[in-house]
């Protein structure tokens, strides 16, 4: 299973990064998803990479509008991990950031939490104003 980590409290405009790493197998066979949810709210998609082995370019990456210009994510092939660099946070950025995965030939989706088939516990983000 997935897990995060670098999560944190900052103020709004600052910067952090999150890590999602998976044990026992390589990421590159995942498409991986960065999800979010705030209190009360619905679970929702943040950003998402496609496998890195996919026959079409492994870069390909999906953001949801909220976050696009601000959010970038990207792979460590030797790490075997799966970045979500956050900039210029806001406090509606504010949620617990889940990452998940799924075994894959291609594509990955920000829309639907029922494509990804392992989810990692969260890490927490606060953005204060």
């Known amino acids: 299973h997935p897990v995060e980590s670098g999560g944190g409290s900052v103020q709004s405009g600052d910067s952090l990064k999150l890590t999602c790493t998976v044990s026992g197998d390589k990421m590159d066979f995942y498409a991986v998803g960065w999800f979010r949810q705030a209190p009360g709210k619905a679970r929702e998609g943040v950003s998402c990479v496609w496998p890195a082995l996919a026959s079409t370019a492994s870069t390909n990456t999906y953001y949801a509008d909220a976050v696009k210009g601000r959010f970038t994510i990207s792979r460590d092939f030797v790490k075997n991990a799966v970045y979500l660099e956050m900039n210029n946070l806001k406090p509606e950025d504010t949620a617990v950031y889940y990452c998940?995965?799924?075994?894959?030939?291609?594509?990955?989706?920000?829309?639907?939490?029922?494509?990804?088939?392992?989810w990692g516990q969260g890490t927490q983000v606060t953005v204060s104003s």
């Open positions: 998940a995965a799924v075994r894959a030939s291609e594509d990955c989706t920000v829309r639907s939490t029922f494509y990804y088939d392992y």
